[in-house]
């Protein structure tokens, strides 16, 4: 196999595993064999076209034309002209998928389903990180730079991925790199030893050594651009936001510490995936349970509450935590006054379900579970310690059912100053409109209970919202000036203006994270979905606790002691839901994928028609597009560092590509190229050149600036006396490999060289000035060229002119 051909699949396996970590977001995974097989057309079209041979641009450009057809046959053949050629309808056809690929991409969760939107994108992407592959690593040589692209799609999977990608995907992708790097640097020590390996090898030393056992300059270059793509390739990730997982989908940041007593848990932001969840395709069960409780539609189970508010995002504190005791404490401000009720649920976590939070009807007072749980006791919150998740736990716990009457709440006493002081902090940088929002609607009541009711009301019956999943939750500080203007959104919409609005009526408030009670079975089991995750927000009232509000419409229930009217007391059955309310909870687990009109006055089937760029233009950039954007910057950046060395390595190989002189006609033009790379090289390493010097002297200069010795410094004197020969020799006799010889000479001041100036050579080569002074040369000239035509122009105008008017005269 020629060497060409080997880098060809090395290339093609080299894309192929980078965007193996692209398979865990996007299920079923079936797209990779159609990337594969149009990745396998896209590198036998360039192995071809570079056989005839093509002019490197266009054997680029025949690549990405096969590309286009292969994806024009496969996703849009029927708008095409003889089903492979792209047409008007054809492009028209492909915008609108990859916009469709785009909603889908910011509507669903990993792993999302695979519309042909995300197909699309996909199969375009990988096609066009192999194009950029195959072209630096097999049409021009450059193997080394060609982890760029590579590192850009790992980068982006595992940015996309919430920083959950596994290990192997990134040795994969490594590994495919790594032997792209040694396909070229066996090619390069093989084929073209002596003009880019340095000495040439001597029987029974491998390849890419040196005499003394060392590795090359070639193969150690080589290994520290592999080192430098893996660093970045590990700390890119690390940068890019999440697209989902943490809270509902997969663990979250937040960890128990150690074991033992004492310790942290971190903050955490679940409401980042909560958006995904509501939008998946099909309802998934996390979990199910038993209860028994007479009513089931208040018994809302809470994962964790966030109590820290920026003004931007709702987050959790950094709180102590500490064993599970054998019974809680007491919940925070309940007093005895307040009738309430002792309930015991048996709760089944589904296997697919795996995530760091418990998740337990408020306030629970007992907990019988195994394995390594933290309780944490401000928010009354039990957390997985180190690798622990709810994955298939079984554990009971037993809940108060609190029952205040609207008159113990009204008459609540103001809370205590440490609690009001911490749960009514507002931030400078919310804006005014929120909080005079929040006077107009409810300033007129009487006390905090009637002012959180009068806000409750606003946001479920007068004010106009209407509940849309497809909403951007929006980020910055004007989020929520957005969505009290637009009135559109979903629950985090709802319970983030709500609490942020009772903080400054001077209401403590917090946000808590969790599922509504879920829908009862045939069999008496309650299950609870993916679909059912919610957020509200809760109150504190001295006396009675926190306490749970719910301004979201459309969405789980109203709380009884949020209707003054409703009689105290146990109810005796189901809330009767009102025109803006509804008890009904979200299809069941099994329900058909197909939206029902049940469904559609509930708003859970949201606005297919609405566009990425509506839903952009409702509150930030989506994650996937910053996440794209960041990875692309990264490429971008570290294309451009990379743009001196690739140019240097351009003109060597162009100046010593051809093997040894061995007709006349050529042998001069080689042998002057020759001495051009070794005054650039001598300039790479620190030895400036000095154009007033005989070819002699420059050659001693160069031996004397570079400290050479033996057989590179004969090589320089060699290389100019061959020069000497070419220009004033009438029968010149050229030196019969000057290509090696300017190798040498590379080998030995590299080998002199320091490690920062062998880098700065490499990187950052002196020499690659001489790209600007060609640029300023061939500017002069064509402002010259212009400036002449300009001045002929004016030439003949005048003497037209002058003749004209001798004509006339």
């Keep these: 196999m020629s060497g060409r051909a080997r880098l060809t699949l090395c290339a093609y396996a080299a894309t192929l595993m980078a965007a193996g970590a692209l398979i865990p977001l996007v299920q079923p995974s079936s797209w990779i064999v159609t990337a594969a097989v149009l990745l396998a057309v896209l590198s036998g079209v360039g192995a071809l076209t570079r056989r005839v041979p093509l002019a490197r641009p266009l054997t680029i450009g025949a690549q990405a034309l096969a590309a286009l057809l292969a994806l024009t046959l496969v996703f849009v053949r029927e708008q095409a002209v003889l089903g492979f050629l792209p047409g008007p309808q054809a492009f028209t056809a492909f915008a609108a998928l990859f916009e469709a690929g785009a909603a889908d991409v910011g509507r669903y969760a990993s792993p999302a389903p695979a519309t042909d939107g995300i197909r699309l994108m996909l199969v375009g992407g990988v096609l066009v990180i192999g194009l950029v592959v195959d072209a630096l690593a097999v049409t021009f040589r450059l193997a080394a730079p060609a982890g760029l692209p590579l590192l850009a799609l790992y980068s982006v999977a595992a940015g996309l991925s919430g920083g959950n990608a596994s290990w192997a995907w990134f040795l994969l992708a490594a590994t495919g790199y790594l032997l792209l790097l040694l396909a070229e640097g066996r090619d390069r020590l093989s084929q073209w030893g002596r003009v880019f390996g340095g000495v040439p090898r001597s029987a029974g030393r491998a390849a890419g050594l040196e005499p003394d056992g060392t590795a090359s300059s070639p193969t150690r270059t080589g290994r520290r651009i592999g080192v430098v793509a893996m660093g970045v390739a590990l700390a890119v990730p690390a940068a890019l936001p999440a697209m989902s997982g943490g809270m509902f989908g997969g663990p979250g940041p937040g960890t128990g510490s150690g074991g033992g007593r004492g310790g942290t848990i971190s903050a955490v932001n679940p409401l980042v995936s909560l958006q995904d969840n509501l939008n998946q395709p099909e309802d998934r069960e996390v979990l199910s349970y ?49 009738a309430r009720t002792e309930v015991t649920g048996n709760f089944v976590a589904s296997e697919s379900y795996e995530q760091k939070w418990l998740p337990m009807p408020f306030p629970a007072t007992q907990v019988e579970i195994g394995g390594r749980w933290r309780y944490e006791p401000t928010g009354r919150m039990l957390v997985g310690d180190e690798k622990q998740s709810t994955r298939g736990v079984r554990y009971t716990v037993s809940s108060l059912r609190v029952e205040p009457t609207a008159r113990q709440l009204a008459n609540a006493p103001e809370a205590p100053e440490a609690l009001r002081r911490e749960y009514t902090k507002v931030p400078a940088s919310l804006p005014a409109e929120v909080a005079a929002t929040a006077r107009r609607v409810a300033g007129k009541a009487d006390n905090a209970y009637e002012q959180a009711v009068a806000l409750q009301e606003w946001f479920t019956r007068s004010g106009g919202f209407r509940y849309d999943t497809t909403v951007s939750s929006g980020t910055g500080a004007e989020a929520i000036t957005r969505f009290l203007q637009r009135k559109e959104g979903f629950c985090v919409h709802f319970s983030f203006s709500m609490a942020a609005m009772a903080r400054t009526l001077g209401i403590p408030a917090r946000v808590a994270v969790g599922f509504m009670p879920g829908t009862t079975q045939l069999d008496g089991r309650i299950s609870v979905g993916i679909r059912d995750a919610h957020a509200w927000p809760e109150l504190y009232f001295e006396g009675v606790g926190w306490t749970r509000f719910e301004p979201t419409p459309q969405r789980g229930t109203v709380p009884p002691y949020t209707r003054p009217d409703t009689p105290s007391g146990p109810s005796s059955g189901p809330a009767e839901p009102t025109a803006s309310e509804s008890a009904l909870a979200p299809a069941p687990p099994k329900a058909s994928a197909g939206c029902s009109p049940q469904l559609q006055r509930q708003g859970e089937c949201g606005r297919p028609e609405q566009t990425e760029a509506d839903r952009a233009a409702d509150g930030g950039t ?32 162009g100046r010593l590509a051809a093997g040894p002189a061995d007709t006349s006609g050529d042998a001069a033009g080689r042998t002057l190229a020759a001495w051009r790379e070794l005054v650039d090289t001598a300039w790479d390493y620190g030895i400036t050149p000095d154009e007033s010097l005989t070819l002699r002297k420059a050659a001693a200069r160069i031996v004397r600036l570079g400290h050479l010795q033996g057989d590179p ?12 020969q070419v220009l004033y020799a009438p029968d010149p006799r050229p030196a019969p490999d000057p290509a090696g010889e300017v190798t040498q000479v590379r080998t030995g001041l590299a080998a002199l060289a320091t490690r920062g100036e062998h880098l700065r050579a490499l990187l950052l080569p002196r020499s690659s000035v001489r790209v600007i002074w060609a640029a300023q040369d061939r500017w002069s000239r064509v402002t010259g060229r212009l400036e002449g035509f300009g001045n002929e122009v004016s030439v003949r105008w005048s003497a037209a002119t002058r003749r004209l008017l001798r004509q006339r005269g």
Excluded: C, M
């Design 713 to 724: 410094a004969d090589a320089v004197h060699r290389v100019a006396r061959a020069v000497e």
């Design 622 to 653: 989506p994650v996937w597009l910053l996440a794209v954007w960041i990875a692309l910057g990264v490429a971008a950046l570290l294309a451009l560092l990379a743009l001196p060395l690739l140019w240097r390595a351009r003109v060597r190989a």
């Design 290 to 338: 038993r209860t028994n409780a007479t009513e089931t539609s208040d018994l809302y189970l809470r994962l964790v509450a966030l109590d820290q508010f920026d003004g931007t995002s709702w987050k959790s504190s950094k709180r102590s935590v500490q064993d599970v005791p054998d019974r809680l404490p007491e919940p925070q401000g309940l007093g005895d006054a307040v």
